[in-house]
């Protein structure tokens, strides 16, 4: 099977890109990250990819620049990477339509939620002020509606009643690390797909939640 070319999107730690990093180092994904992008210079994903062996390019935004002139320079990057699959991972940019519908059905990203629950941001704090009794974190595709793409996978953690922000997070944070390589590396094997604003399976929708919703 050949391995499929994934680039990394990234605005600050990298954890997740760490782990997809790993999956592919082990095999785990039958795939390479060929280079990982920032949009902002000093943060340590960029470090996570230098000593992984992979490129790293900083795409920061001029001041005053239109959204849809930064997408472009960004779209010109990936254009010289011949990118099968582009991964957002913790990258703080809203994409304009137009970028994200050259990508379609070849972007993933992953949310700190059990979406469609808690689009955009502080969504940990919304989880614990609202009594939820479980949190947890989505990976979908990305279609120009924020958080609004099609699920392929969550994952669920349970909510204590004397956590705060911080702890929950973290809870999350363990499962974002297992499910997103899970994702890639069904995508790298040719299983997953989107069509008609549905995530496919093996050629069948998923429903709402995404695979094995109700594990």
Same mark, same amino acid.
């Given at each position: 099977?050949?391995?499929?070319?994934?680039?990394?999107?990234?605005?600050?730690?990298?954890?997740?890109?760490?782990?997809?990093?790993?999956?592919?180092?082990?095999?785990?994904?039958?795939?390479?990250?060929?280079?990982?992008?920032?949009?902002?210079?000093?943060?340590?994903?960029?470090?996570?990819?230098?000593?992984?062996?992979?490129?790293?390019?900083?795409? $920061?935004? +001029?001041?005053? %620049?239109?959204?849809?002139?930064?997408?472009? @320079?960004?779209?010109?990057?990936?254009? #010289?990477?011949? &990118?099968?699959?582009?991964?957002?991972?913790?990258?703080?940019?809203?994409?304009?339509?137009?970028?994200?519908?050259?990508?379609?059905?070849?972007?993933?990203?992953?949310?700190?939620?059990?979406?469609?629950?808690?689009?955009?941001?502080?969504?940990?704090?919304?989880?614990?002020?609202?009594?939820?009794?479980?949190?947890?974190?989505?990976?979908?595709?990305?279609?120009?509606?924020?958080?609004?793409?099609?699920?392929?996978?969550?994952?669920?953690?349970?909510?204590?009643?004397?956590?705060? $922000?911080? +702890?929950?997070? %973290?809870?999350?944070?363990?499962?974002?690390? @297992?499910?997103?390589?899970?994702?890639? #590396?069904?995508? &790298?094997?040719?299983?997953?797909?989107?069509?008609?604003?549905?995530?496919?399976?093996?050629?069948?929708?998923?429903?709402?939640?995404?695979?094995?919703?109700?594990?």
């Amino acid at each position: 099977m050949n391995k499929i070319r994934i680039a990394v999107l990234i605005s600050g730690n990298g954890s997740n890109l760490q782990a997809i990093l790993d999956a592919c180092q082990s095999d785990e994904i039958q795939g390479d990250v060929v280079a990982v992008i920032s949009n902002k210079a000093d943060v340590y994903g960029l470090t996570r990819a230098s000593e992984a062996g992979v490129p790293g390019l900083v795409v $920061a935004a +001029e001041k005053g %620049e239109a959204r849809e002139a930064y997408d472009a @320079r960004l779209e010109a990057e990936l254009a #010289k990477l011949d &990118a099968d699959l582009v991964v957002l991972a913790g990258f703080m940019r809203i994409l304009s339509e137009g970028f994200v519908n050259r990508y379609a059905g070849k972007m993933f990203n992953i949310h700190p939620s059990l979406l469609p629950k808690y689009t955009g941001l502080n969504t940990h704090q919304r989880a614990l002020d609202a009594g939820d009794e479980e949190h947890g974190c989505s990976v979908h595709f990305v279609t120009p509606e924020l958080d609004g793409g099609p699920v392929v996978l969550q994952a669920k953690v349970p909510v204590f009643e004397d956590d705060d $922000a911080e +702890e929950l997070a %973290e809870r999350v944070h363990t499962q974002e690390h @297992r499910i997103y390589p899970l994702v890639v #590396k069904w995508f &790298a094997q040719g299983r997953l797909a989107m069509a008609d604003g549905k995530a496919l399976m093996d050629g069948e929708p998923l429903p709402l939640a995404g695979y094995a919703s109700d594990d």
